[in-house]
T-cell receptor, first 111, second 115 residues
Framework: GENVEQHPSTLSVQEGDSAVIKCTYS??????FPWYKQELGKGPQLIID?????GEKKDQRIAVTLNKTAKHFSLHITETQPEDSAVYFC??????????FGTGTRLTIIP | EAEVAQSPRYKITEKSQAVAFWCDPI?????LYWYRQILGQGPELLVQ????????DSQLPKDRFSAERLKGVDSTLKIQPAELGDSAMYLC?????????????FGPGTRLTVT
């Protein structure tokens, strides 16, 4: 069935260090993989996405990598800052425009 | 920057009462989604519209939930009667490209508490 697993559920890193969040998906036909950042009391904000014809995408301090063979993708945040503290969700589409979300990772940046 | 608007931001209601949420998508976005997000979990799709038509409502509890998008622009999600288990964040999202899992942009959500 449609399933996206996300790890870890919580992550604490020192300011300036890197953070990595990993997701796996179940459907080999999935071809769109967005990442969302959700701050307390707000809706999820799209921060980066990747499509299956690309292996890696970068946007300043944020990067996403995709391994279609292994059916997993990862979010990398470098030079972390206090404002990066939030809950991060990965998602994948399943055959159509429907997205299934992971369970979220609470990232805490320690000053 | 265009945003998805939702109201109210917070709603407290007693069980068995009716409650309604409103969403105004980004202008020009034909696809509109309603999600429910339980605390500590990811959003789960309730219903998807393409213009004024329902594309997917397989996860919508139709005995108590209803959704409409009469003119293909703004949308209303209703719960009647509300139950304690309906307490959650209700999120609206919109996207501009039909037929593809394109970029979905979320509104700020409505936090519902049923007492």
């Amino acid at each position: 069935g449609e399933n996206v697993e996300q790890h870890p559920s919580t992550l604490s890193v020192q300011e300036g260090d890197s953070a990595v969040i990993k997701c796996t998906y179940s459907d080999s036909a999935s071809n769109y993989f967005p990442w969302y950042k959700q701050e307390l009391g707000k809706g999820p904000q799209l921060i980066i996405d990747i499509r299956s014809n690309v292996g890696e995408k970068k946007d300043q301090r944020i990067a996403v990598t995709l391994n279609k063979t292994a059916k997993h993708f990862s979010l990398h945040i470098t030079e972390t800052q206090p404002e990066d503290s939030a809950v991060y969700f990965c998602a994948a589409n399943f055959g159509n425009e429907k997205l299934t979300f992971g369970t979220g990772t609470r990232l805490t940046i320690i000053p | 920057e265009a945003e998805v608007a939702q109201s109210p931001r917070y709603k407290i209601t007693e069980k068995s009462q009716a409650v309604a949420f409103w969403c105004d998508p980004i202008s020009g976005h034909a696809t509109l989604y309603w999600y429910r997000q339980i605390l500590g979990q990811g959003p789960e799709l309730l219903v998807q519209f393409q213009d004024e038509s329902v594309v997917d409502d397989s996860q919508l509890p139709k005995d108590r939930f209803s959704a409409e998008r009469l003119k293909g622009v703004d949308s209303t999600l209703k719960i009647q009667p509300a139950e304690l288990g309906d307490s959650a964040m209700y999120l609206c999202a919109s996207s501009s490209l039909a037929g593809l899992a394109y970029e979905q942009y979320f509104g700020p959500g409505t936090r519902l508490t049923v007492t």
